[in-house]
């Protein structure tokens, strides 16, 4: 009990720092929102309001969330190689800690951005049909799976020196089947469907979520201390 309770501690001191390292200088949450709202002012205004069916509309929310998540979310680690602090923390705590702190970090980051994504796509592309409670359950799923990948590419980019196309090259293999459950789900939400057609995605995204996050802090050991 004392074991887990302290490596709770530590992941959630990853974490704290994080925040309020992103609170002092608010890079990331600004990265996130100005990137988001210039792509969704972009679309809605290139492709108009009407005409764009379901699973165009759904599509088109996971393109700007994705490239929204993947203009900061990555460089999670590359922040600690650039200001030196990746050494005090692999000598604070061990590799699952650092891990677990960084993805809490980025679900976070992940979540607001959706909270401040999807009204305001559903109202600029005037999408007055959606099943709340199929969007929210992949969103979410969506989110936890997004920001596991990101975390463990990010961890993987900050060692490299070409970082920028390793990480285009990692992603997009990587993310790939996420944006495809993820379009699937929300067009089920758009469509209004039901869950018949959503219940599919929506267990993969779970499954997709759980791998992910299971097989990166078993490999992000290697990858931290190597």
Known sequence: MNR????????????????RC??????????????????????????????????????????????????????????????????TLRLYASAPVVYAGKLLFNMLLLFLLSLLVTP??????????VNWAILAAVIALGVVGLAGATTIIGAIVA???????????LSFPVLLPLLVLAINGTTAAFDMSGWTNAIDSIR???AYGVIMITASSVLFEFIWNG
């Open 22 to 87: 992103e609170l002092r200088t608010r890079y990331s949450l600004t990265t996130l929102a100005m990137f988001a709202f210039t792509t969704l002012v972009v679309v809605s205004f290139s492709v108009g309001q009407g005409g764009l069916s379901p699973r165009v509309q759904a599509a088109l929310f996971w393109i700007i969330v994705f490239f929204s998540a993947m203009s900061s979310l990555a460089g999670a680690f590359v922040k600690e190689e650039d200001t030196g602090t990746a050494q």
């Open 120 to 129: 305001l796509y559903i109202i600029f592309m005037n999408i007055t049909q």
């Open 159 to 169: 060692q490299a020196g070409v970082r920028g196309a390793l990480l285009a090259v």
């Open 4 to 19: 887990s309770s302290t490596w709770i501690t530590k992941a959630a001191a990853v974490f704290t720092k994080d925040l």
């Open 204 to 206: 993969l995204l779970a």
